[in-house]
C-alpha cells in the first residue's frame, strides 16, 4: 500500500497582489536550487481540482493550439490554412485573433472539434462559444 502523498498531487494556487492567479506544483524528488514561488504577503490556497479553463477563452484556445500542435499533420495542416509561420504563430500567441483563429480551425473540421473537445475536457459547444467570445 502507498501513503497518499507518493499517489496524490496537490497544486497549489498563489494570489499575488496583483491579483494574477499562479498555480503551482510541489517539488517531489531531487530539486534545483530556486526563489521560492510565492513570497510572505501571497495567499496560499489548496485547490482539489485544476483551474478549468472553459471560463477563460484565451486559456482554452491556448489549450487548443496545444492539442493541434500535438499532431504533426495537423500542425501543418494549421499552419497552411492560416498562413502563419512558426516564427509567426510563437509572436502573436497573445493576440486574440491568433487565439480566435485556432477555435475556427477545430470548428470548420468536426473530427478535429470533437478530438480536441474530448482532448480537453469540454464540450464542443464550449470551444464553439470561446470562439465567439474572442470574436471570430
Not at 494556487?13 to 514561488?37: F, K, M, W
Not at 491556448?62 to 500542425?75: K, M, T
Request: proline fraction near 10%; aromatic fraction near 4%.
Amino acid at each position: 500500500m502507498r501513503s497518499l502523498s507518493s499517489t496524490t498531487r496537490i497544486r497549489f494556487a498563489i494570489r499575488r497582489p496583483d491579483n494574477h492567479l499562479e498555480v503551482t506544483y510541489p517539488c517531489h524528488g531531487p530539486c534545483q536550487s530556486s526563489p521560492p514561488v510565492y513570497s510572505k504577503q501571497a495567499r496560499l490556497t489548496i485547490l482539489r481540482e485544476p483551474p478549468s479553463p472553459a471560463s477563460d477563452p484565451q486559456a482554452l484556445a491556448l489549450n487548443a493550439l496545444g492539442w493541434v500542435l500535438g499532431d504533426d499533420s495537423r500542425a501543418e495542416r494549421f499552419l497552411s490554412l492560416t498562413g502563419l509561420t512558426p516564427e509567426e504563430l510563437r509572436a502573436s500567441l497573445g493576440e486574440p485573433a491568433t487565439l480566435a483563429a485556432v477555435l475556427e480551425f477545430l470548428c470548420q473540421h468536426e473530427p478535429d472539434l470533437l478530438g480536441a473537445a474530448d482532448a480537453l475536457s469540454v464540450s464542443p459547444q464550449t470551444l464553439v462559444a470561446a470562439r465567439e467570445r474572442l470574436g471570430a
